[in-house]
């Protein structure tokens, strides 16, 4: 016979227990029974109830037990009652969730809302939960009063619908966003507000400032506006400056923002006297020189940060990785300011293991080849920033990064773990392509940077087009031997139709092969040294220029030439593709030695500068130039017409053809069309660009946008050598380099500033697989 033992626990608002005892004696449980379950699983129930068969239980134990098992959030309702020694529990579950609905947004996405829901547990086919739905109400209209939408409105409703199941749907009316009509600073005397509003990334309403969203509050943006107000002050002097009190207020329509700022500025102060105390480590003066601050200046807490950090890298230099360097003022009633730097070296540190990460091509020991901080030596932050930098200088690599971390359980020992993100470093290709200085190209190519992984330079390749037949092999090796000394070769066979290429009419054939060593003077500068040999053979074309006819007719067509060639380098960019900061010099010759049947040079100089005009580096100068100079020497008093310089086009005066400027060929008596380019032995061009960040794009590392004005011209002293200013060429344009998966991509749009007649101008100009 079943008696009610007790009665119903429900949850409404609270766990309730209304107990109506029959018996209140104890009785030992012989059996559970579970009734009125559809989805939980009676395993379930078991588990969260804490009374099991075999126990004696009494009135208040099961009372705790019935709300135990309520807390699990399965059941609406939940009654107990006893047949003899069995206790059966008569159970109601909640709703499980049929569908969710969401209208309205548009300024958050769906998805973004439905996740928030999923991580809340209000999903499809879960539990419904009121309560919880009520508090995402809140949480959402949150978000939108953080996006300045105060008047916005989200109304949720659950459908009761057959089986014990419910539909939700949440109703969202965005509003408008609040603009802010008045920013009011109080208390400033030092500073006008237009100074002090100048600073803030909001502003009040306007044309831009709408367009910008400038003019939506955000408590973020506000936060971030006054610490730049407090640093202003506190760079110029005000130490006991503060903020007292920020006010925002709604207008009753929430669609207008107000904000009260209240500021003491405080006085200024200058700087009396400024101190070193700890343990001083490095020589006393050797710190000094390192201090940005001296008695008599304002006082500028941006200063005395830096000089701490100029210190703290001072002595992380000498090991003290974890050198602690505190700058304290103190004030005076004078107004005046006494700045001490308490220095606390801590242990010296030293570094236990160089760990790589990221690296799935590139070999561990090609990266510690570079690697200038060794393990066990001291933990330098030099040794370890400037390994980080040969790593960037690579060209291997779109990023790298550097983490110096403690050893667990010791205090003096460091790992210095690199994580790295390889990037495209060549390309393999078999392709029918197009150029627009060669036409039509079949080809086969090559050409890896860091074969397999390896660091070596390898390229092989035969390409076929309207004016190259050619077919070479290269192999560099950066460390032929373990001091970076390096060693290479190449070997080439290439015939030329310069008349294809819209150059003076001719056809050149050249066979050779180079050896190359360089050779590190310090960790950035390198000396390079080689020789050579070259085979060339000169053809005749249709309407051959006058002076090719007239170098055969003097000097044969056939020449073999042995040469010695040099090079110093010395550079500072911070990476080896698209590098933001630094700059490079190199000076090179080119020589074909006594014993050749030519004997001449070739001279160049060339330069690269990068000045980043942001602390990111989105926003950089770029300024190159590059001069070229050959001659002949010995009983020869010309170079080869086939060596001379040709400028114009893609990476060198940009908007004009390739090859197309410089002097220009003399017709046949029997050629009547425009004089061909010619080029010359003297060679100057530069180039000015403002690196911009690519619109659209987030990866600034492999991909570049730049402003540019490009200028140069060829000229040739054998013919009267009168570089005049005015001959110089010059273009302004829009320039794209993209490191691509099969090469890197270059292409510009540019416009001649000062065409003359005859000049070929270029608008748009690309280039694919050419190192930028």
Do not use: C
């Not at 030329?496 to 500068?525: C, K």
């Amino acid at each position: 016979m079943r008696r009610t033992f007790f009665g119903t626990v429900t949850g409404l608002a609270f766990a309730v227990l209304n107990l109506q005892a029959v018996h209140a004696d104890e009785f030992v449980v012989s059996d559970i029974e579970v009734e009125g379950l559809q989805r939980v699983s009676a395993g379930t129930v078991f588990s969260a109830f804490p009374v099991g068969i075999g126990e004696a239980v009494d009135e208040a134990l099961l009372a705790d037990a019935i709300k135990t098992l309520f807390r699990s959030g399965l059941f609406t309702d939940i009654e107990a009652s006893r047949d003899e020694g069995v206790l059966i529990l008569t159970v109601k579950e909640r709703p499980s969730i049929s569908s969710i609905d969401i209208e309205g947004n548009k300024n958050i996405e769906t998805s973004m809302l439905r996740d928030a829901l999923s991580n809340a547990g209000m999903d499809e086919g879960q539990v419904f939960r009121r309560a919880t739905l009520e508090r995402l109400e809140l949480e959402i209209l949150r978000s939108y009063v953080s996006q300045g939408r105060y008047n916005a409105r989200v109304k949720a409703t659950a459908t009761e619908l057959p089986r014990n199941r419910v539909a939700i749907k949440l109703d969202i009316n965005e509003g408008d966003v609040a603009a802010i009509q008045h920013i009011n600073i109080v208390g400033n005397a030092a500073f006008s507000d237009d100074e002090l509003l100048g600073l803030f990334e909001l502003r009040t309403s306007g044309f831009w400032a709408s367009l910008t969203s400038k003019d939506k509050y955000a408590r973020e943006r506000l936060s971030g506006d006054l610490e730049k107000l407090r640093s202003y002050y506190l760079d110029r002097g005000y130490i006991d400056f503060t903020v007292e009190s920020s006010q925002v207020s709604i207008s009753p329509d929430k669609k207008d923002v107000f904000i009260a700022i209240a500021i003491n500025e405080g006085p200024q102060y200058t700087i009396s006297d400024v101190q070193l105390r700890g343990n001083l480590i490095v020589d006393e003066q050797e710190l000094r020189d390192l201090i940005r601050i001296e008695a008599g200046d304002t006082f500028s807490r941006a200063r005395m940060v830096s000089t701490s950090e100029l210190i703290s890298r001072r002595l992380g230099t000498e090991g003290y990785a974890f050198a602690n360097v505190n700058a304290i003022p103190e004030t005076r009633d004078d107004h005046t300011a006494t700045v001490t730097f308490y220095l606390e070296p801590g242990k010296r540190a030293y570094v236990r293991r160089v760990n790589f990460r990221g690296n799935v091509s590139t070999r561990d020991d090609v990266l510690r080849q570079e690697m200038t901080q060794m393990e066990g030596g001291v933990a330098s932050t030099d040794r370890i920033e400037f390994s980080k930098t040969r790593l960037e200088r690579l060209g291997f690599f779109k990023s790298v990064d550097v983490q110096t971390q403690p050893v667990p359980g010791t205090d003096d020992l460091v790992d210095v773990n690199y994580t790295v993100e390889e990037q495209p470093t060549g390309s393999l290709s078999a392709s029918i392509g197009f150029s627009q200085t060669s036409g039509v190209i079949l080809g086969a190519n090559i050409s890896e940077n860091n074969f397999f992984g390896s660091g070596k330079r390898v390229s092989i390749g035969a390409n076929v087009s309207d004016s190259v037949k050619s077919a070479n092999f290269s192999y560099l090796n950066p460390y032929y031997t373990v001091d970076g000394v390096s060693r290479g070769f190449s070997v080439f066979a290439r015939e030329t139709d310069f008349e294809a290429q819209d150059i003076s009419s001719y056809l050149l054939d050249e066979y050779g092969g180079r050896l190359t060593f360089g050779y590190p003077i310090d960790n950035i500068t390198r000396l390079n040294f080689g020789t050579g040999y070259t085979l060339s053979k000169v053809k005749t074309g249709q309407f051959t220029a006058q002076e090719v006819e007239d170098f055969i007719a003097d000097e044969g067509n056939s020449f073999n030439n042995y040469f010695l060639f040099g090079s110093w380098r010395r550079s500072t960019l911070n990476r080896g593709v698209l590098p933001t900061q630094g700059f490079s010099h190199s000076l090179s010759a080119d020589v074909a030695v006594p014993g050749s049947d030519l004997t001449y040079y070739k001279l160049s100089h060339r330069t690269d500068f990068y000045q980043p005009l942001n602390t990111n580096h989105s926003w950089v100068l770029r300024a190159r130039t590059e001069i070229g100079y050959g001659d002949g020497y010995g009983d020869r008093d010309v170079m080869p017409f086939y060596e001379h310089y040709f400028a114009g086009g893609y990476g060198s005066v940009r908007g004009f053809e390739a090859n197309s400027l410089g002097p220009r060929a003399t017709n046949s008596e029997f050629d009547l069309s425009e004089p061909d380019p010619f080029g010359g032995n003297l060679l100057t061009e530069g180039s000015l660009e403002l690196i911009f960040p690519t619109p659209f794009a987030g990866d600034s590392r492999s991909m570049r946008t730049a402003f540019f004005l490009d200028a140069g011209q060829v000229f040739d002293s054998d013919r009267g050598f009168d570089p005049a200013v005015e001959e110089i060429r010059a273009s302004v344009g829009v320039g794209f380099q993209w490191i691509t998966a099969v090469g890197p991509l270059a292409f510009s749009l540019a416009k001649p500033l000062n065409k003359k007649s005859g000049d070929r101008a270029q608008v748009f100009q690309f280039s694919l697989g050419q190192s930028f």
